[in-house]
Every structure is written in C-alpha cells, then in structure tokens.
C-alpha cells in the first residue's frame, strides 16, 4: 500500500512556542488529506480537511487560527499548532488518500 | 450526520478464542466501512473495508467482517486469537457521496489476548 510519512515523530516545546508537523506521501499523490488528533485512550478526532493549493477546511469546534495548515504540494500538508499549550499535547495523525486513506505514523506532541 | 458506536470499549479473550468486536453505525446513505488497528503509538493500519458487493469481507491477519445492512452493523471477528492481535481496534464510517473520502472513527476497541 501506499506509504505516508510525519516528521517529527515525537516533539516536546515550552508553552507558547509554535510547532510543525510535516505529513508527506512518499510514493503517491495526496490532493487531499486529513488531520486527525487523539488524546490517550480516545478515538480519532478530525480536525480538518487539507486540499493541495486551497484553503483547508475546518471541523467545528477547531481553531483555524490555532491549527495553521498548508497543504503546498501534492505531497506534503504541514500542520503548524501556534502559540502551544499543555492542552495541545496529544497524538497528531495525518492520512493522505489515493483511493483510499493512508495514515501516518503519528506525531506525539508533548507541550510543557 | 455519520456516526460510529462500538459496544465494548475493552474485550478479553483467551489466546485461540473468537474475537467478536462489534460495530454499528449510523448513515443517511449507503456508506463506505472499514476496520483499522492500532498498535501502541503507532499510526492506523487497514484490516479490511467494504464498499460494495460481497458483505462478507475478509482482512489481513485473519479477520472478516459482515456487512449487514438491516442491522446497520459490521462487526469484527476472528476464528482463533493470537496473542499479536492485542491492539486498539476502530470502526469507521466514510459518506461515498462526497468528493472525498471522510472518515469517522468509533470511539475504539481494546483488545487483551489472555495466554
């Protein structure tokens, strides 16, 4: 199948601070893909949809203004969390679709 | 809306035992299924989907799951449990109208395999 990368794996960073999150497929073209957070112990949660060269759309309840995506290619969508907070801590999960969805290894994000 | 219910957010079973892992959903038109796992903290693998034709669907790693449209279920099964199979299991749902495939997750499975 295809295959779906993240970079990082893990990050941890001081409250405050902005991180990003790169999802890229590596051996197809991903015109759309898709965000996903999970807190421990809990499902997969959409955040937001990822179109390449379009504006992404947001789930409700999910600030756009917080959770920074671009999706500049086919292959590589970049989630950037602005101004973290200890609550923004949790398990970030990318899936590219090509027929269908492929996801990521995951990026556990750890804010102090 | 689309939605997704798993009965059971933690099974036991013992090591050659049937798993059953049971999924309902919710959908306003015929939907698209799926069985993911999840390892810990590892990213979601595919078991096995159902889109059309045959309701009977079989996996990876000898699991199968039935479509069954009057009981708006798709449950999980497996003949004999392996010790490997202990992992989180999710259902979800995707809306075939739209122009992309969105998914939504149940809230999860998890699975112990007892020796």
């Known amino acids: 199948g295809a295959v779906v990368s993240q970079h990082p794996s893990w990050v941890i960073c001081k409250s405050g601070t902005s991180v990003k999150i790169e999802c890229r497929s590596l051996d197809f073209q991903a015109t759309t893909m898709f965000w996903y957070r999970q807190f421990p112990k809990q499902s997969l949660m959409l955040m937001a949809t990822s179109n390449e060269g379009s504006k992404a759309t947001y789930e409700q309840g999910v600030e756009k203004d917080k959770f920074l995506i671009n999706h500049a290619s086919l292959t590589l969508s970049t989630l950037t969390v602005t101004s973290a907070h200890p609550e923004d801590s949790s398990f970030y999960i990318c899936s590219g679709e090509d027929n269908e969805q492929f996801f990521g290894p995951g990026t556990r994000l750890t804010v102090l | 809306a689309q939605s997704v219910t798993q009965l059971g957010s933690h099974v036991s079973v013992s090591e050659g035992a049937l798993v059953l892992l049971r999924c309902n959903y919710s959908?306003?038109?015929?939907?698209?299924l799926f069985w993911y796992v999840q390892y810990p903290n590892q990213g979601l693998q595919l078991l096995l989907k159902?889109?059309?034709?045959?309701?009977l669907v079989k996996g990876i790693n000898g699991f199968e799951a039935e479509f069954k449209k009057s009981e708006t279920s798709f449950h999980l099964t497996k003949p004999s449990a392996h010790m490997s199979d202990a992992a989180e299991y999710f259902c979800?749902?995707?809306?075939?109208?739209?122009?992309?495939?969105?998914?939504?997750f149940g809230p999860g499975t998890s699975l112990s395999v007892i020796p």
């Open positions: 959908s306003s038109v015929p939907p698209y």
């Open positions: 979800a749902v995707s809306d075939r109208g739209t122009s992309y495939d969105k998914v939504i």
């Open positions: 159902y889109t059309t034709g045959a309701t």
